[in-house]
């Protein structure tokens, strides 16, 4: 039996040879139709399109380019009590490069592209040439950045570090941008996975054999504005510079003067301190709604009052042809005005007492040419409201350097071993030695453990000859004799407040102190304030004497205060009793923002009416009366440490001296802390000096001839 009975293979094959695809050319016209009916559609779609949205298309085409740039607004001045202007904006030319000049390493796809415009069709595909060509961009670049060195007078390392910082800057705008892009890009396809209604699992489906078809959809990260934009390279160039430039363009390619404004400090190192300096916005500051390429307090009334200072920079929008023809500008929004800070401080007094200052530490330095580097301070204040009139720092430094971008001058400053940025009357923390003897004077009186009359008899020392002694033990091998407290103030007689502190203990010494406003900030309207030390009352077997309070109660040990400190405790002595807070603001000019600055912002903004003295508990009349005394006679009669020949009458003046004990041979911190006028106190003033001896030989003169001057000036 043949096997076709059941199957007819002549009849399946006949049918294959007659189908549909049995015939190559119908294929052929089936594969045309196809492809002819798909033009169709594309150029109905062209037609489509040119119908319905041609015009709007070529006017778009037509459209010029827009670019966007930020004006700098006007930052507040700051003023002195008498008008006179320490800080200002003024309005400079600035040399400006293009980023992609200046940026490190230079950008591949720029140095091909640059290097290509200056090659024909075919020398482009040469990779000899190209690289030719790029090398010879790169050679430019140098050059130019040699010439403005030169024009400018710069270094290079200022140069380096200059372009370091913008193109750090940059890249990190650059890098935010595209992290925010990437985390948009991989949520839309992880969306795309996820499981939804049978539409979402086609469009997935779909996509899919998309990707698999073609390339892999990839994440491409974008350029950003600020690599198409010129950067402030130099400001306030000179006048020859601009003219050169101007004259020679092309020997400067990329580059353009722009006008901007800059910070000035008309009185170069005066106040420095106080006003502090700018630096440029960190990329980490971004967010707080700054320039990218302006500038921030770092330091001083500068960095503490920024936010009543800044001004909100403007928008100027630019348009221009496809050629990059400019066809017109205009705001879009304009820039505002920062507010003027109004100061307490008096310009002439802050300028003799910072001379005085660097004369005092200039005879150090000739006294003591092999000793470390030091400084000092020096406060004048209203004892009555806390105003600030003298706050001066030495070494001092030029708020200029910091805004010029001078980096070498800048970095001098960094290492200079006086430490020039260090504002010794609000941070420098040291044992204010005897002038802290006011502060134990009346904690003494105040428990009954002395009375103001009640004698007592220094030998020189307290229980052993070559310890805790007083200073005229040292000199002359003899003790003060009898001696009342009056006395004991006025010779400073560590013997006396060695004796009954010891008795007394130590706590209540340290709760006066506290009261006195030490061991904690007080408050001033700069930044960083140190707080000092004050040391912890320690226990004691009942009946014992409190050897561990000895030293602290003559302001030696583990005791530091700052000189802001002191002036605050003396104005209470001064004032009846009153804790001050102390502030260099006493106001504001005219502002530019018609919204009051929110408290969280900036504290300033509460009316200084609010800063109310605090009376002190139990600084009573009769305490107040026995220690100014002392302070009177302290300058006034022959063995006080601070008396003048007679030149206290004429200037009216009351105080204590200190000399704090380092360590060091001739090297003690000298202190000296009055008020004047002695009857009727109206001013205090402090003034110390690191390492610098005796403080009758070194800050008692310094502190009498600025008082000197503030007769001389009328203030008192």
Same mark, same amino acid.
């Given at each position: 039996?043949?096997?076709?009975?059941?199957?007819?293979?002549?009849?399946?094959?006949?049918?294959?040879?007659?189908?549909?695809?049995?015939?190559?050319?119908?294929?052929?016209?089936?594969?045309?139709?196809?492809?002819?009916?798909?033009?169709?559609?594309?150029?109905?779609?062209?037609?489509?399109?040119?119908?319905? !949205?041609?015009?709007?298309?070529?006017?778009?085409?037509?459209?010029?380019?827009?670019?966007?740039?930020?004006?700098?607004?006007?930052?507040?001045?700051?003023?002195?009590?008498? *008008?006179?202007?320490?800080?200002?904006?003024?309005?400079?030319? &600035?040399?400006?490069?293009?980023?992609?000049?200046?940026?490190?390493?230079?950008?591949?796809?720029?140095?091909?592209?640059?290097?290509?415009?200056?090659?024909?069709?075919?020398?482009?595909?040469?990779?000899?040439?190209?690289?030719?060509?790029?090398?010879?961009?790169?050679?430019?670049?140098?050059?130019?950045?040699?010439?403005?060195?030169?024009?400018?007078?710069?270094?290079?390392?200022?140069?380096?570090?200059?372009?370091?910082?913008?193109?750090?800057?940059?890249?990190?705008?650059?890098?935010?941008?595209?992290?925010?892009?990437?985390?948009?890009?991989?949520?839309?396809?992880?969306?795309?996975?996820?499981?939804?209604?049978?539409?979402?699992?086609?469009?997935?489906?779909?996509?899919?054999?998309?990707?698999?078809?073609?390339?892999?959809?990839?994440?491409?990260?974008?350029?950003?504005?600020?690599?198409?934009?010129?950067?402030?390279?130099? *400001?306030?160039?000179?006048?020859?510079?601009?003219?050169?430039?101007?004259?020679?363009?092309?020997?400067?390619?990329?580059?353009?003067?722009?006008?901007?404004?800059?910070?000035?400090?008309?009185?170069?190192?005066? $106040?420095?301190?106080?006003?502090?300096?700018?630096?440029?916005?960190?990329?980490?500051?971004?967010?707080?709604?700054?320039?990218?390429?302006?500038?921030?307090?770092?330091?001083?009334?500068?960095?503490?009052?920024?936010?009543?200072?800044?001004?909100?920079?403007?928008?100027?929008?630019?348009?221009?042809?496809?050629?990059?023809?400019?066809?017109?500008?205009?705001?879009?929004?304009?820039?505002?005005?920062?507010?003027?800070?109004?100061?307490?401080?008096?310009?002439?007094?802050?300028?003799?007492?910072?001379?005085?200052?660097?004369?005092?530490?200039?005879?150090?330095?000739?006294?003591?040419?092999?000793?470390?580097?030091?400084?000092? &301070?020096?406060?004048?204040? @209203?004892?009555?409201?806390?105003?600030?009139?003298? &706050?001066?720092?030495?070494?001092?430094?030029?708020?200029?350097?910091?805004?010029?971008?001078?980096?070498?001058?800048?970095?001098?400053?960094?290492?200079?071993?006086?430490?020039?940025?260090?504002?010794?009357?609000?941070?420098?923390?040291?044992?204010?030695?005897?002038?802290?003897?006011?502060?134990? $004077?009346?904690?003494?009186?105040?428990?009954?453990?002395?009375?103001?009359?009640?004698?007592?008899?220094?030998?020189?020392?307290?229980?052993?000859?070559?310890?805790?002694?007083?200073?005229?033990?040292?000199?002359?091998?003899?003790?003060?004799?009898?001696?009342?407290?009056?006395? $004991?103030?006025?010779?400073?007689?560590?013997?006396?407040?060695?004796?009954?502190?010891?008795?007394?203990?130590?706590?209540?010494?340290?709760?006066?102190?506290?009261?006195?406003?030490?061991?904690?900030?007080?408050?001033?309207?700069?930044?960083?304030?140190?707080?000092?030390?004050?040391?912890?009352?320690?226990?004691?077997?009942?009946?014992?004497?409190?050897?561990?309070?000895?030293?602290?109660?003559?302001? !030696?040990?583990?005791?530091?205060?700052?000189?802001? !400190?002191?002036?605050?405790?003396?104005?209470?002595?001064?004032?009846?009793?009153?804790?001050?807070?102390?502030?260099?603001?006493?106001?504001? *000019?005219?502002? $530019?923002?018609?919204?009051?600055?929110?408290?969280?912002?900036?504290?300033?903004?509460?009316?200084?009416?609010?800063?109310?003295?605090?009376?002190?508990?139990?600084?009573?009349?009769?305490?107040?009366?026995?220690?100014?005394?002392?302070?009177?006679?302290?300058?006034?009669?022959?063995?006080?440490?601070?008396?003048?020949?007679?030149?206290?009458?004429?200037?009216?003046?009351?105080?204590?001296?200190?000399?704090?004990?380092?360590?060091?041979?001739?090297?003690?911190?000298?202190?000296?802390?009055?008020?004047?006028?002695? @009857?009727?106190?109206?001013?205090?003033?402090?003034?110390?000096?690191?390492?610098?001896?005796?403080?009758?030989?070194?800050?008692?003169?310094?502190?009498?001839?600025?008082?000197?001057?503030?007769?001389?000036?009328?203030?008192?």
């Amino acid at each position: 039996m043949h096997s076709d009975r059941y199957f007819n293979w002549h009849a399946i094959l006949d049918e294959v040879r007659d189908g549909p695809g049995a015939d190559p050319r119908r294929r052929v016209r089936l594969a045309l139709a196809a492809f002819f009916a798909l033009l169709l559609v594309v150029f109905g779609r062209i037609v489509q399109l040119e119908v319905s !949205q041609g015009a709007a298309f070529r006017q778009q085409a037509a459209a010029p380019l827009v670019r966007e740039q930020l004006v700098p607004g006007v930052r507040g001045r700051i003023l002195a009590a008498n *008008g006179a202007v320490l800080a200002v904006d003024k309005e400079t030319r &600035a040399l400006a490069v293009h980023y992609r000049w200046i940026e490190e390493p230079a950008d591949a796809g720029w140095l091909r592209w640059m290097a290509r415009q200056r090659l024909d069709r075919s020398a482009r595909r040469d990779s000899q040439r190209l690289a030719a060509a790029e090398a010879e961009v790169l050679a430019e670049r140098r050059a130019m950045a040699e010439r403005i060195i030169r024009l400018a007078g710069i270094s290079p390392a200022q140069w380096r570090a200059d372009t370091r910082k913008i193109t750090a800057r940059v890249k990190h705008i650059r890098d935010s941008v595209n992290r925010r892009r990437r985390e948009a890009f991989d949520s839309s396809k992880a969306a795309g996975r996820e499981p939804g209604s049978f539409l979402t699992w086609a469009k997935g489906w779909l996509l899919a054999m998309v990707e698999a078809s073609s390339e892999p959809r990839t994440f491409k990260p974008i350029e950003v504005a600020e690599e198409y934009e010129y950067h402030v390279m130099i *400001g306030d160039v000179p006048v020859e510079v601009m003219a050169e430039i101007e004259s020679h363009p092309s020997a400067y390619p990329a580059v353009k003067l722009v006008a901007r404004r800059q910070r000035s400090y008309p009185r170069g190192t005066l $106040a420095s301190h106080v006003l502090g300096h700018l630096g440029r916005v960190e990329p980490g500051e971004l967010a707080g709604g700054c320039d990218p390429q302006g500038w921030v307090g770092r330091m001083g009334l500068e960095q503490a009052r920024e936010a009543a200072l800044r001004a909100s920079p403007g928008l100027a929008v630019e348009l221009a042809d496809r050629s990059g023809r400019v066809l017109s500008t205009y705001r879009r929004r304009e820039p505002t005005v920062g507010r003027d800070l109004l100061l307490t401080l008096d310009a002439d007094l802050q300028e003799t007492a910072e001379s005085l200052l660097e004369q005092a530490l200039a005879r150090r330095r000739a006294r003591l040419p092999a000793a470390h580097a030091a400084g000092g &301070a020096a406060l004048v204040m @209203d004892v009555q409201t806390g105003a600030v009139l003298v &706050a001066a720092s030495a070494p001092g430094f030029d708020p200029n350097l910091f805004v010029a971008g001078d980096s070498a001058a800048v970095e001098g400053l960094l290492r200079a071993e006086n430490d020039p940025l260090f504002n010794r009357a609000v941070r420098m923390a040291i044992p204010p030695g005897s002038v802290f003897k006011i502060i134990t $004077a009346a904690a003494l009186l105040d428990s009954g453990t002395i009375h103001p009359g009640e004698p007592f008899h220094c030998r020189g020392y307290l229980r052993s000859p070559d310890r805790l002694r007083c200073a005229v033990y040292q000199r002359h091998g003899v003790g003060h004799g009898e001696v009342a407290l009056a006395d $004991a103030l006025s010779a400073s007689c560590n013997v006396y407040f060695l004796h009954h502190a010891g008795r007394l203990g130590w706590a209540p010494i340290a709760d006066w102190a506290w009261r006195f406003g030490l061991g904690r900030p007080t408050g001033i309207d700069l930044p960083r304030e140190a707080s000092g030390r004050l040391p912890m009352p320690r226990p004691v077997p009942e009946g014992e004497t409190d050897r561990w309070a000895e030293l602290p109660a003559i302001g !030696q040990g583990d005791l530091d205060a700052t000189p802001i !400190q002191i002036a605050r405790m003396i104005a209470a002595v001064a004032n009846g009793g009153k804790l001050v807070t102390p502030h260099l603001v006493r106001g504001y *000019g005219l502002a $530019a923002l018609d919204e009051p600055i929110p408290a969280s912002q900036d504290s300033s903004d509460q009316p200084l009416d609010t800063l109310a003295p605090q009376p002190i508990e139990g600084l009573t009349p009769g305490l107040l009366a026995a220690i100014r005394e002392g302070l009177r006679r302290t300058v006034s009669e022959p063995l006080g440490t601070a008396y003048d020949g007679g030149d206290s009458i004429q200037i009216n003046w009351a105080g204590k001296t200190g000399t704090a004990e380092t360590g060091v041979e001739d090297q003690e911190h000298a202190w000296f802390a009055g008020y004047t006028p002695s @009857d009727r106190p109206r001013f205090c003033l402090v003034v110390v000096l690191e390492q610098s001896g005796n403080a009758a030989d070194s800050a008692v003169p310094v502190a009498r001839r600025l008082v000197v001057r503030m007769r001389e000036l009328g203030r008192i």
